[in-house]
Structures are given as C-alpha cells and as structure tokens.
C-alpha cells in the first residue's frame, strides 16, 4: 500500500508548556505594561468609558518578522499620532488556523516551503 498522508511531515516535535514558555522567554516590565495598558484602554472604550475609537488592524498573518516589525513600528508612529481620537490595536496570526491548503503560517512554515 502506498503511503499518501503526511508525506512532507520530516519530524514531529512535542511544543512545551504556556508555564515552560513564560520561563524561558519572561515577559520585560515594557511589554508587561503595553499590553496591561491596551487592555484597559479597550475595556474603557468596550464600556464606554472612553469615547475614542477601538481600532484593530492586520495584517492577517505575517510570513517575514523583520517585515512585520517594520509594519508595526510604522503603526505604532500613527498610533501615537492619533491617540487623542483612535486606540490602535495591531492584530496578527503567526499561523493560519483555518487554512486547509497552502501555506499553515510561520509558525508552521518559517521557510515558506
């Protein structure tokens, strides 16, 4: 019998834990802070609390990383320059979860083959 599934599967590799992750790679105070600071900021909009805008923006999924800190670099700069009015939030997969042909997303696929 002729094997036909999972033909390009090389190896399979176990991912470790949310906990193993957090420990290798800490979250910075930095980074604690934008993402606590976001969240209130779209609780407070979501509650109407705050009346500026709730704006959430893609790409959808990314395929280069130094791409996509350019991208998001240049959000950020538009971002601060609407604050007053627009709560910027950037949104993006780093795997294509509802995709069933083609390309599975970075994490999947980082050499897009």
């Not at 190896?11 to 934008?34: F, G, H, N, R």
Request: with cysteine.
């Amino acid at each position: 019998m002729t094997i036909t599934s999972n033909v390009r599967i090389r190896e399979i590799k176990e991912l470790i834990t949310p906990d193993q992750l957090m420990s290798e790679v800490p979250l910075s105070a930095s980074a604690a802070q934008t993402v606590l600071g976001s969240r209130q900021a779209i609780h407070r909009i979501l509650h109407e609390m705050d009346d500026r805008l709730l704006v959430i923006i893609g790409p959808c999924s990314i395929h280069d990383p130094k791409a996509a800190m350019e991208y998001a670099n240049r959000l950020l700069e538009q971002r601060e320059r609407f604050s007053a009015d627009l709560e910027v939030v950037m949104r993006v997969y780093f795997e294509k979860p509802r995709t069933t042909v083609g390309w599975k997303g970075l994490i999947n696929d980082p050499h897009l083959e």
